[in-house]
């Protein structure tokens, strides 16, 4: 008897190495999803299994590539299990059809290197049917037929988000106001009052057709903004002085001496000294507007 059991386990052997040989021929059988029932969204799966002859081994630049297949199919994943000689493709819908519709997923020539020669196996395409979300013509029933409006957007409690504002926006306003006097309505009107400004308002009118004594008012207002800037009544004699204590009007001196001595013959020289040019009059005043103003 343990002859024949011996025999028996032989003959097993024997056929699993059979059974478990590399086959002779490359050949492929493909396990297809049902050709049906399919939606846009739904993700399919095509699975290939491959018997490789000994010798050859799958080129992978012969693997499909992911992407979009056309309009109506995207492959999202190619798989090759070299251990189980399997490829897993899988397809996602991207199209919803007004009618049912039939879509082919592409076929894929596979090719294989070695020996004894090199070698190409084609899956054939394999098609799925894609119906649509919905018929149509929807029913006319309410809810069914056409498009509803919009739903009105939920309406919020603003009562604080209003009653903070009203607060906020008096105070905002004063800041403004404060910050609008500082820093605006201030420098304006301390621009405007200072003497040589003062005096550059009453002189700029003046031109060459300006009468004498419209000259000579303008002289005074000059006088009256040295008077002001120096703190006392200014004469000739005391330009030396001024200057060094306002040294803003320095760059200035030779021509405020002349503005003394000019004004001494319009006021009390003859008919030839009276004569003033107006434009540098106005220019004198104006110089001294920007020394004032720290400008220059």
């Known amino acids: 008897m343990s002859w024949v059991v011996r025999a028996a386990a032989l003959l097993l052997v024997v056929g699993s190495a059979v059974a478990h040989a590399a086959p002779d021929t490359l050949t492929a ?10 939606f846009v969204g ?18 992978p630049e012969s693997l499909p590539r992911v992407g979009r297949q056309g309009q109506a199919l995207e492959l999202r994943r190619v798989a090759w299990d070299a251990n189980h000689t399997t490829l897993a493709m899988d397809y996602q819908v991207f199209i919803a059809p007004r009618e049912v519709r039939t879509l082919e997923m592409p ?31 929807a029913s006319p029933r309410n809810g069914l037929g056409e498009l509803r409006p919009d739903a009105a957007a939920p309406l919020i409690d603003t009562r604080f988000a209003r009653g ?5 926006g008096p105070i905002a ?15 304006w ?21 300006s009468s004498p004594e419209q000259v000579r008012a303008g002289m005074q207002a000059l006088h009256q903004a040295l008077n002001l800037t120096a703190g006392q009544v200014l004469f ?16 200035m001196q030779a021509e405020w001496l002349e503005f003394f001595q000019r004004s001494r013959g319009a006021f009390f020289g003859d008919a030839a000294d009276a004569a003033v040019d107006a434009s540098w009059l106005v220019e004198l005043c104006r110089r001294g507007r920007d020394l004032e103003r720290g400008a220059v």
């Open 29 to 38: 059988t493909q396990h297809d999803p049902r050709a049906f029932g399919y």
């Open 42 to 59: 739904d993700v399919v799966t095509r699975r290939i299994e491959v018997q490789v002859p000994s010798g050859l081994q799958l080129d």
């Open 107 to 137: 076929p894929v020539s596979l090719r294989f290197a070695g020996t004894p020669r090199a070698q190409t196996l084609r899956i054939d395409a394999w098609p799925v049917t894609v119906a649509p979300l919905a018929p149509v013509e």
């Open 164 to 168: 903070r504002l009203a607060v906020y």
């Open 173 to 187: 306003a004063l800041l403004l106001a404060y910050l609008a006097h500082v820093y605006l309505a201030l420098p």
């Open 189 to 209: 009107w301390a621009r405007r009052a200072r003497p040589f400004g003062r005096a550059y308002g009453e002189l700029r009118g003046l031109s060459a057709s």
């Open 236 to 251: 000739e004699q005391g330009v030396s002085a001024f200057v060094e204590t306002h040294p803003q009007f320095k760059p």
